[in-house]
């Protein structure tokens, strides 16, 4: 069953007149895009710096205004409420930043930082509050006696744990999680994968995954969309994905993924070459929005834009496999 469904979700950031009363340029940061997330799965959103993830899922979670679009979530668009209201529906969906060193006040102590969203949305009562946080601690592994220290007092790692113990107060039913490893060593990498695969288990949580490591989705989703340039180019389950990608973006990702088995296997092939630089997202290209850079672009590519299409397995390609 789907908790979440995204459609046409479009975003875009007004830029500055090239000259006085000329017509302003708009940026399309995110364009058309749909998706759903269901009850207890993860959908892992990859692409690289600047194809529009993140701001998909600040979008999506109302951190970020929509331009259009609508944004389901238990049936109630989200885009569509008001402040009070959308304030209610916060304890449903929270969010995991990227950085564990700048997401936590340095003046408070850890155990208040958790406790914090349970007082503010009203969760509980006072004694109940503080059993909830003290059992959150041990949910992500840290200790009760550290729940009176600051964040600086503990490593990357541990401050992540701290806030995805933060994330969790509230009991939401979706985690946004905006590249929640990506500032952390690889091994401490591993641990945080390991307790977020471990909490989707038992809580029954689904997951907004925003990742560029290909790597970190395959371990932790249940689905991946492929964005660029602001739209999905290829949406699949994660074992159909990564055994079988169809749009060629996609397949570079994969071919340039480090990988010493690859290098060590007798039929290595050097990564797909990509050539010249991604379209301007202030002024994309009527057809597809890969096709100066796509080694298969035909003439159709460059005029007509391909459709999101497939069952189960979804590519927007006019030559896909």
């Known amino acids: 069953m789907s908790l979440m ?8 950031f007004p830029l500055p007149r090239p000259r006085p009363f000329a017509p302003r340029p708009v940026l399309q940061a995110v364009r058309g895009v749909s998706f759903d997330v269901a009850e207890g799965r ?3 959103i990859v692409g690289e710096s600047g194809s529009g993830k993140t701001t998909t899922a600040m979008a999506a979670i109302r951190l970020q205004e929509a331009a259009s679009g609508q944004v389901l979530f ?8 008001d402040a009070a209201q959308m304030r209610a529906r916060r304890r449903d969906i929270q969010l995991i930043f990227q950085d564990p060193y700048s997401s936590l006040n340095p003046r408070a102590r850890v155990g208040d930082i958790v406790r914090e969203p349970l007082d503010l949305l009203g969760v509980g009562s006072v004694s109940e509050r503080g059993a909830r946080v003290r059992d959150l601690f041990a949910k992500v592994g840290l ?7 600051f964040p600086h007092q503990f490593s990357g790692g541990q401050r992540q744990r701290i806030s995805i ?8 039913k979706l985690l946004v999680c905006d590249e929640p490893v990506s500032a952390l060593d690889v091994a401490i990498q591993a641990q945080i994968l390991n307790l977020l695969a471990r909490l989707k288990a038992e809580l029954g949580l689904a997951y907004l995954f925003i990742s560029h490591d290909l790597g970190v989705v395959r371990h932790v989703c249940d689905e991946v969309a492929v964005m660029y340039l602001g739209q999905i180019v290829e949406r699949a389950p994660v074992g159909d994905l990564f055994a079988r990608a169809q ?17 060590r296997s007798r039929g290595f092939k050097r990564p797909l070459s990509l050539r010249g630089d991604p379209a301007s997202p202030s002024a994309p290209p009527p057809g597809c929005a890969f096709a100066a850079r796509c080694p298969k672009a035909a ?3 460059r005029d007509v834009p391909p459709a999101l299409d497939g069952a189960g397995h979804q590519v927007a390609c006019h030559f896909p496999g």
């Open 5 to 12: 469904q995204v459609r046409d979700l479009r975003v875009e």
């Open 42 to 44: 993860a959908l892992g």
């Open 74 to 81: 238990e049936g109630t668009d989200l885009l569509g409420l």
């Open 143 to 149: 200790r009760e006696d550290q729940m009176a220290l």
């Open 165 to 172: 113990a933060r994330a969790l107060a509230p009991g939401p």
């Open 247 to 263: 749009h060629p973006y996609t397949q570079a990702l994969l071919a340039a993924a480090p990988s010493l088995g690859r290098r």
């Open 299 to 301: 003439a159709v590519c």
